[in-house]
């Protein structure tokens, strides 16, 4: 089935320890997002991509690296791991910037 | 700086009511706005998205109204089933340099049978 692909679906990681998130589209979408969602808050963007190779922060990058080595894959990473990066983190991709998303169905990460 | 706001977190209706959710936000200088779809331990699905030059959109039992001047949304949904239960999300599109959307944090409804 077309769509984007997390894994994985669960982590909990200790306070120091690092971890990737993968990220898998099979659509050919240019833009790859990364959000995470916290209680009572909307989604927030954390670093996004225009394409391969390419890759920016968004409103809340501290404490994440990303990569785009290759177009169906966008890659989040935390160095070490905080207990402020408890959340749930969602991958997006879309054709053409903000229109026509699709989402990943996330990762729940506690750290404590 | 661009806010958006959903009122209320949650709601709870009888099935079969026609009800409403609510969007707003703080700077009309918007390109479009767009409502969403979460359920429990899912992604987001996209239900319709407004663009700025137009007053609504509909999809089935959906429709969506914006209204630029007064900063608001609503996501009309009739004849309420118990599979609309699910959170509701609306987010902002500035189409600024960093293609970030601004989301709101979402109506929690609940159709009761």
């Known amino acids: 089935n077309a769509g984007v692909t997390q894994t994985p679906k669960f982590r909990v990681l200790k306070t120091g320890q690092s971890m990737t998130l993968l990220c898998a589209q099979d659509?050919?979408?240019?833009?790859m997002y990364w959000y995470r969602q916290d209680p009572g808050m909307g989604l927030r963007l954390i670093h996004y991509s225009v394409g391969e190779g390419t890759t920016a922060k968004g409103e809340v990058p501290d404490g994440y690296n990303v990569s785009r080595l290759k177009k169906q894959n966008f890659l989040l990473g935390l160095e070490s791991a905080a207990p402020s990066q408890t959340s749930v983190y969602f991958c997006?991709?879309?054709?053409?910037?903000?229109?026509?998303?699709?989402f990943g169905s996330g990762t729940r990460l506690t750290v404590v | 700086k661009q806010e958006v706001t959903q009122i209320p977190a949650a709601l709870s209706v009888p099935e079969g009511e026609n009800l409403v959710l609510n969007c707003s936000f703080t700077?009309?200088?918007?390109?479009?706005l767009q409502w969403f779809r979460q359920d429990p331990g899912k992604g987001l699905t996209s239900l319709l998205l407004?663009?700025?030059s137009q007053r609504e959109q509909t999809s089935g039992r959906l429709n969506a109204s914006l209204d630029k001047s007064s900063g608001r949304s609503t996501l009309y949904i009739a004849a309420s089933q118990p599979g609309d239960s699910a959170t509701y999300l609306c987010a902002v599109d500035r189409r600024d340099s960093n293609y970030q959307l601004i989301w709101g944090a979402g109506t929690k409804l609940i159709i009761k049978p």
């Open positions: 997006a991709s879309s054709r053409d910037g903000n229109y026509g998303y699709t």
């Open positions: 407004i663009q700025s």
């Open positions: 700077d009309s200088a918007i390109y479009n």
């Open positions: 659509m050919n979408h240019e833009y």
